[in-house]
């Protein structure tokens, strides 16, 4: 008997320190990157070989390196992004407020609650950047509502996901020779995450609702690094860039047990068709080779193609994580508009929680 007991405790031991050392992967965040420039992600996220302005703070911060001259830009960008789901959600509500019915909007409210899935996304992002340096202030806010008709009790259920997200982002890269670049890019992130259920009894009473969500609110703080490598070769007419990306190397993790962004190995390949005024860049990328997310390979292929016409029109199409997207830029230096569409997987297995998102940004590059 005390031989059996021994064996048990020692099982249960080890079972223990296996599961204390086993990857979380309970954070919201997955492979993709913590924020993507609007036109990079019209063009289908592939951002490790060729970002656009901010987009190499948080993709490969090897990248600002490459280029002619030390000064790149001072940057802001303002992004929202509205779901279908919530579009539609929104047209409902205004048709019920004509209704006489004093609970039509409230319960139209209710009903596409739990059967449109509801997101909204808003970003900021302002900073400058050089060759060899640059620093930039961030905040990314995302809401994800998917109503179940059945649950996991046969009753209607509210998947409640919010991340926000806001730090300081910096990079510091060289170059060696033409040929090829590094560059590390700390950041300091405030994380607070919401990940939990609603019932409908929960969602008609704002009280019971607002201690659950405060419940289940996550926040904390971390410092989140990227390490990159970019190799190219570049001709009169056409470049060619080849990057690996190792993205919160060693695991970041946050205070108030906020869950980790685990390490993930990411690779690249681009290149550039381009005269003096006008390009065509197209580009690949895989992320979390390792797979340390378990998501399926379509939510880790991001690839397309940007063109762009002058230094003031530039029109974008691609394959972001298995669904297709599109775009377009105008930048007149004093302000920059980028308005397209995506479409973002709820869930780790691509094709079973869509959301078909329309984003617009405003900001400007000088």
């Not at 990079?171 to 590094?182: E, H, I, K, M, Q």
Request: one cysteine or more; hydrophobic letters at 40%.
């Amino acid at each position: 008997m005390f031989l059996l007991h021994d064996i048990i405790c020692a099982l249960a031991t080890l079972f223990v320190s296996l599961t204390g050392f086993a990857d979380d992967t309970s954070s919201l965040k997955k492979s993709a990157p913590i924020y993507q420039n609007p036109f990079d992600l019209a063009s289908g996220g592939a951002t490790l070989t060729r970002a656009t302005q901010e987009g190499v703070m948080f993709s490969n911060p090897s990248l600002p390196a490459f280029g002619d001259g030390v000064f790149r830009s001072i940057f802001y960008v303002n992004k929202v992004s509205v779901g279908e789901g919530a579009l539609a959600a929104g047209q409902d509500v205004i048709q019920a407020a004509s209704n006489p019915s004093s609970n039509s909007v409230l319960k139209t409210l209710l009903e596409d609650t739990f059967k449109k899935p509801i997101y909204g996304q808003l970003d900021t992002v302002v900073g400058a950047l050089t060759s060899h340096f640059g620093v930039a202030g961030f905040a990314t806010n995302k809401l994800d509502l998917n109503g179940q008709e059945f649950g996991t009790m046969g009753l209607p259920v509210l998947e409640v996901k919010n991340n926000g997200v806001a730090g300081v982002a910096s990079t510091f890269s060289t170059s060696l020779g033409d040929y090829l670049a590094v560059g590390v890019g700390p950041k300091y992130v405030y994380n607070t995450e919401v990940n939990t259920n609603l019932s409908v009894s929960d969602v008609t009473d704002p009280t019971q609702a607002t201690q659950k969500i405060t419940n289940a609110l996550k926040k904390g703080s971390g410092v989140s690094t990227n390490v990159g490598v970019t190799l190219q070769n570049r001709t009169k007419y056409f470049d060619m860039r080849v990057a690996g990306v190792v993205e919160d190397l060693g695991n970041t993790a946050f205070t108030g047990g906020v869950p980790p962004w685990l390490q993930t190995y990411n690779a690249g390949v681009g290149f550039a068709l381009h005269d003096m005024t006008n390009a065509l860049h197209c580009a690949l990328d895989y992320r979390d080779i390792t797979d340390v997310y378990g998501e399926d390979l379509p939510k880790k292929i991001y690839m397309g193609c940007k063109l762009l016409l002058t230094r003031y029109v530039g029109f974008s199409a691609g394959y972001l994580q298995g669904w297709p997207s599109y775009g377009m830029v105008l930048n007149l230096y004093i302000f920059r508009i980028e308005a397209g569409s995506y479409t973002k997987d709820g869930a780790n297995q691509s094709g079973l929680a869509a959301r078909k998102i329309y984003f617009a940004s405003l900001g400007f590059e000088i």
